[in-house]
């Protein structure tokens, strides 16, 4: 049975210099509802610090934001080992942005945060 592991401090993006960082110098990937922001830095981390947002605009309810939020932390906790391996210095600044106007089913937030994640390895990849 898989090790459950939980969304450490370490990975949250909390850092004002590391958030302007990552808006200015980043670039984006589309996966309607969500937009990923990245940003490649030089790092000893082995996984990426991320941050997950939901604009206020759209949802009124801090309620909503928050389950919202919570659901993106959670698929991204379940899928990172699959994106990310350890092994490999993963410096990565990474932004889940929530742009859409209404909720959507859990289901079809996974798919799309890891449409996402894919397409962020394959980027690099070419790179």
Known sequence: MDQIVDFNREER??????????????????????????????????????????SKRNFKKAVDRNRIKRQMREIYRLNRDRHFSPEKTNTYLLAFI?????????????KKLNLALERLQVS????
């Open 13 to 54: 993006l909390k850092s004002k210099k590391s958030i302007d960082l990552l808006f200015a110098k980043g670039k984006g990937i589309s996966s309607n509802p969500l937009r990923l922001i990245y940003y490649q830095e030089e790092s000893e981390r082995t996984l990426p610090q991320v941050l997950f947002s939901v």
């Open 98 to 110: 929530y742009i859409a106007k209404e909720k959507i089913p859990f289901i079809i937030l996974e």
């Open 124 to 127: 690099n990849k070419g790179s």
